[in-house]
């Protein structure tokens, strides 16, 4: 799918705003934020522009997608190694940053103001490309890891109307450099889209523990290290039920494969949902479902993720995690470090997947220690709602009628 550029007005539409995100999580995140801004307004016009991919998540929001958007090989993970960034170039990868310039121009006429969720260059094409009000959302930096640079700084006080960074600490950092940063929620804790519906076969009084094995395809290799660690804690936990929550663009077939590769078995289930699957060895039964991510966490006691973003809203909604490096290039022993300062103490980081296991058990076991994780972890990222509460800072901002007056 791509966007259109649409050039039927010759001024900007004053209820016509322009979402920027740079990045698939971005634009769910910047999908988020539309729909709480759709429900707060009147006749509001939302556009969307997704710089990294082609958006396809947008589809589930009240937005257009328009410019230019086009698949890389790399996935928008060009950082993460020069034969990603080469694989990218050889794609078309200049050309596609051409054009997309080239269409931010042709838009500058027919909006009136910018959102830019993501990094930093996000916000650069707002003010480089549009020179129209600006609002940032910095999703991609927590001062809890690492702050933003000088310049990045620079560019929020000389062309930002309003910041709204991700944690408090950050939004107090940036406002004592000049920036107009405030505090309201974090996007994260309003993408989980609980279903309310219960989790099929879990019997009263079971613990229920969620396994977020990541969102790539290096989830297939994290999964059985994963099943190491449920081995671990069943030996001292036997009355535990296991929840994987298996991102929609991976193969419920394949992560069931290789757990009965494992010595798993398939078991009967009684669902509605098509995307789920109950497997088993001995009394330990583990459900792998797709689409039930916010069902999965609101059931869950405790999580073990080796997931960025998943990892994240799961200590936000007070469920501890527990966390180990795995052996793909993204959920390394540097990522988790740095999500450990991210999170403090809401997760565990473990050397591997049997001190994982034990570490699980020694939470579980502890309730006090449950206690303080839970709201260290509600502490860094938030209460939900921070959308709507953004969606009413920006209609206060642009001095647009809402829906509530």
């Excluded at 077939?253 to 699957?277: C, M, P, T």
Aim: contains cysteine; positive net charge; proline residues 5%.
């Amino acid at each position: 799918m791509a966007g259109t550029i649409l050039k039927q007005r010759s001024g900007a539409d004053s209820r016509r705003v322009l979402l920027i995100s740079n990045g698939h999580g971005e634009d769910l995140l910047a999908g988020v934020l539309a729909q709480a801004l759709d429900r707060r307004c009147y006749d509001l016009e939302l556009w969307a522009f997704p710089i990294v991919g082609t958006g396809q998540v947008y589809g589930r929001f009240p937005v257009k997608v328009v410019g230019v958007q086009e698949e890389m090989p790399s996935g928008g993970w060009i950082r993460q190694s020069w034969t990603a960034l080469w694989e990218d170039v050889k794609a078309g990868f200049l050309r596609l940053t051409w054009r997309q310039w080239q269409a931010l121009k042709d838009l500058q006429s027919q909006i009136s103001y910018t959102i830019a969720v993501g990094d930093i260059y996000a916000l650069y094409l707002a003010y480089r490309y549009l020179a129209k009000p600006i609002v940032f959302v910095p999703t991609a930096k927590s001062d809890y890891i690492r702050g933003h640079l000088a310049i990045e700084k620079y560019l929020m006080r000389k062309h930002c109307e309003l910041v709204l960074p991700r944690d408090k600490l950050t939004a107090a950092n940036l406002r004592r450099s000049g920036i107009p940063a405030k505090y309201v929620g974090n996007l994260m804790m309003d993408a989980i889209f609980p279903s309310g519906q219960g989790l099929p076969g879990i019997s009263p009084g079971e613990a229920v523990i969620g396994i977020l094995p990541g969102s790539r395809e290096e989830a297939y290799t994290n999964i059985p290290l994963l099943s190491i660690t449920i081995d671990e804690i069943v030996r001292e936990w036997p009355r535990t039920f296991f929840a994987m929550a298996l991102a929609g663009n991976l193969s419920l077939d394949k992560a069931a494969s290789i757990l009965l590769q494992g010595g798993w078995q398939a078991a009967s289930l009684a669902s509605s949902h098509s995307k789920e699957a109950l497997l088993s060895k001995g009394e330990t039964r583990l459900l792998i479902a797709q689409g039930r991510f916010g069902d999965i966490l609101q059931a869950s006691h405790i999580c073990l993720g080796l997931a960025g973003t998943a990892n994240e809203q799961a200590v936000g909604l007070g469920r501890p995690v527990v966390a180990f490096p795995g052996p793909g290039s993204q959920f390394t022993r540097k990522f988790l470090a740095a999500q450990k300062r991210l999170l403090g103490d809401a997760l565990v980081a473990a050397e591997g997947p049997v001190a994982a296991g034990h570490a699980v058990l020694e939470i579980l076991r502890d309730s006090d220690r449950y206690k303080v994780m839970a709201a260290c972890g509600r502490e860094r990222m938030g209460d939900p709602g921070g959308a709507d509460r953004m969606a009413a800072e920006l209609i206060d901002l642009w001095g647009i009628p809402s829906k509530r007056q």
